[in-house]
């Protein structure tokens, strides 16, 4: 796979023979560094963001394993500029295990490093344990305004910060149709019935809020949506921006079923859609479902977002 | 699922009450116009190329239907601009049969149009015969070629020409692992075994060439494109841009993998591979498989298929 991505993509390139270790082919120079990592069966997570106006690089693990500290060690080196590295992932243990030691040892060698986590997924945990939540889909909200906050050659310490903001704004709910089989293990992740559906599972099959018998999409999307109102309000900040993110299998005319009742939901709740992105932005392999992220928007990540990007896997034109 | 396209993107609208009469919101005028259609279940395929530098308008029909001739000609008449409209389609029966019909009532009004049908799949039906081949994945070629043509002022005649050399320099092979389920029917398309696979099968599950026990990667490509060789030669012209496409449940990963080796037969084939385009383009709802297409280039067609797109669905920087 990483080998049809570097013939496909001359953009972007490996530090040294490790394929895993996966950077733009020009870095710019002193820019803040921006590196995220994962696992692989997320495409177009996490390694499809790296480019122009996103991120520099990204430590690919096996299928849904976490990628080494060497490896993140080797890309934090690679994409220092001179002007420090932020790190931008998924709260998952073994991905702040490997992230977190590949920044230490980055600090021996005098490369400066912060840490903004992706923890979306409302059904993860319940308010007040916020820091418990799984980074899902709704990460690459936190990727658009960190990649264009970094590309406005802004400091570290400021690129993080709005990294975090836009982290902590974001709220995703997933719901998921069927299974996915990780190739090394050949069989699927979980059982679910082809009548059922299971609201709030995570992308590598954790456990859900609610399992039920498939409902029209309408009532799923309300079902969905009112954990996401739950947590917003949009009385005194009105806009927002909005991901509907399909899970592998589903194909795209449902994702703009489920948008066209998001977009119902979030007009009576009185909100106002800025940003629309539909499609597949982190999936897990051939599962079918798809989540719902919603991004409470303010005057400095408004901006962010509207600028415009170019990766491999992501292309937006500037608003 | 268009009302949810509408209201996300509000550069493409639908003609009168139609909501299956899909158009661009701001006509370029004086251009040419050019209209594709076809059924529902296929996106990004029909609707989703139509946008700047690529089509005007698209007849929406059910799943896996034909639009309505009476659709196709609202669509006619409203991105006419002065200039003739050019329908760019599938082989299909009923949308011949339904285009065909528009195009007569639109000439009465006094509007020039000309056909160019997409038939690419070289697995429905044999050299000498190319006539009755199926339009499949490789259309978009057709598409990006026409856009461009169109966008640059050219006159009809010309636009044709040009779409119709890149139709017929077109050759794309599909292999289906899994059938999808038409929601109005409820059952699958057709049966396949897990450990199965079908080399040649149509977007609507039309039978294909052989089906075999499932082969690794690498050998089912070679298989393939050995079908694409038989009718390509890069002995004097090189130059060529591959499409692999998904046809709805396979991975990006899995993409990859397929063009990976798609590259390596091209290369020693002799062909030189100018432009990628890996995703989904034309898919068969939740169908499981992947279809590679060649365009075979020259100096007429390379500037069209690199110049820069903006669609809902298809975004293309300029190269």
Redesign the interface.
Same mark, same amino acid.
């Given at each position: /796979? &990483? *080998?049809? %991505?570097y013939?496909? =993509?001359p953009e972007v390139t490996h530090v040294g023979d490790d394929l895993r270790c996966f950077v733009r082919t020009n870095p710019v120079p002193g820019k803040v560094g921006l590196v995220t990592g994962g696992g692989? $069966?997320h &495409? !177009?997570l996490f390694l $499809?963001f790296v480019g122009e106006n996103m991120l520099d690089g990204a430590g690919v693990g096996g299928v849904f394993q976490s990628p080494s500290s060497e490896q993140v060690l080797d890309v934090t080196r690679h994409v220092d500029q001179g002007a420090g590295v932020l790190y931008l992932y998924g709260n998952y243990s073994g991905d702040l295990m490997n992230f977190d030691m590949a920044g230490e040892l980055a600090d021996l060698e005098g490369i400066r490093t912060m840490t903004v986590l992706g923890r979306d997924d409302v059904a993860s945990s319940v308010v007040g344990e916020e820091h418990k939540r799984r980074g899902v889909a709704g990460i690459f909200f936190a990727y658009k305004a960190a990649g264009a906050a970094a590309a406005a050659m802004k400091p570290l310490d400021e690129v993080a910060r709005l990294a975090e903001k836009a982290s902590a704004r974001t709220r995703t709910i997933g719901v998921a149709l069927s299974p996915c089989i990780v190739p090394e293990v050949g069989r699927p992740s979980f059982q679910i019935g082809a009548d059922e559906m299971e609201i709030g599972m995570g992308i590598h099959g954790e456990p859900g809020i609610t399992r039920k018998t498939l409902t029209p999409a309408n009532e799923m999307v309300d079902e969905m949506m009112a954990r996401i109102l739950a947590e917003q309000s949009y009385e005194t900040e009105k806009d927002v921006a909005v991901l509907i993110n399909g899970l $592998?299998?589903? !194909? &795209?005319? *449902? &994702?703009?079923? %489920?948008?066209?009742r998001t977009?119902q939901v979030l007009d009576q709740a009185g909100a106002r859609i800025r940003h629309?992105f %539909?499609g597949?932005f982190a999936?897990s /392999?051939?599962m079918?479902g798809a989540s719902i992220s919603v991004l409470q928007l303010d005057d400095e990540l408004q901006p962010l977002i509207a600028m415009g990007a170019?990766t491999p896997?992501f292309? =937006? %034109?500037a608003q």
């Open positions: /796979m &990483l *080998e049809g %991505i013939l496909a =993509h692989s $069966g &495409l !177009p $499809g $592998g299998a589903t !194909p &795209l005319e *449902e &994702l703009y079923v %489920i948008y066209r977009a629309v %539909i597949e999936t /392999m051939e079918a170019n896997f292309k =937006h %034109i």
